[in-house]
């Protein structure tokens, strides 16, 4: 089971930390399909946010098709994401240069700056969000 972790010094809405936290889960197999989420109940009592909060998260993965919510029985998990499983010789190997770089006297921002620069070097730059409107969602009015 996922355990979320707010940082509320983040400047990232606790609900996308939620979304962003099952993304990586899923990304990592540490969720699978079938799996069950915590109940809004079980995510309040362990991080003190609101339930609404919680409920926007999930409803934010049910969009997207992440997981689905069954009445009565709370939201499992529909598929998955990627294949970066959690125990991958490559996480090791990560894990060793994240340590060399902590030797090295890099800082954590230090790390993932240079960490991000690799990234895109190698995949090139993230896309950007899509931010206009479906056309479902588009204005009405006048086209001409």
Do not use: C, H
């Not at 889960?25 to 079938?34: H, I, M, N, S, V």
């Not at 009592?45 to 926007?56: C, R, S, W």
């Not at 294949?83 to 991958?88: E, I, K, N, Q, V």
Request: proline share 6%; net charge neutral; aromatic share 4%.
């Amino acid at each position: 089971m996922v355990e979320y972790r707010i940082d509320r010094r983040s400047g990232v809405a606790t609900y996308l930390q939620i979304v962003q936290q099952t993304r990586q889960a899923l990304r990592l197999g540490l969720l699978e399909p079938g799996d069950k989420l915590p109940t809004a109940r079980e995510v309040v009592e362990a991080t003190a946010i609101n339930p609404n909060t919680v409920l926007k998260a999930y409803r934010e993965l049910e969009r997207e098709g992440l997981v689905e919510a069954r009445r009565g029985l709370g939201t499992f998990v529909r598929r998955t994401l990627g294949a970066a499983p959690a125990d991958s010789p490559l996480r090791g190997e990560l894990a060793e240069w994240a340590a060399r770089a902590r030797r090295a006297g890099l800082e954590r921002d230090d790390v993932a700056a240079l960490f991000t620069a690799v990234l895109e070097e190698q995949f090139g730059a993230p896309q950007a969000q899509e931010t206009r409107p479906r056309p479902s969602q588009a204005p009405q009015g006048d086209s001409a």
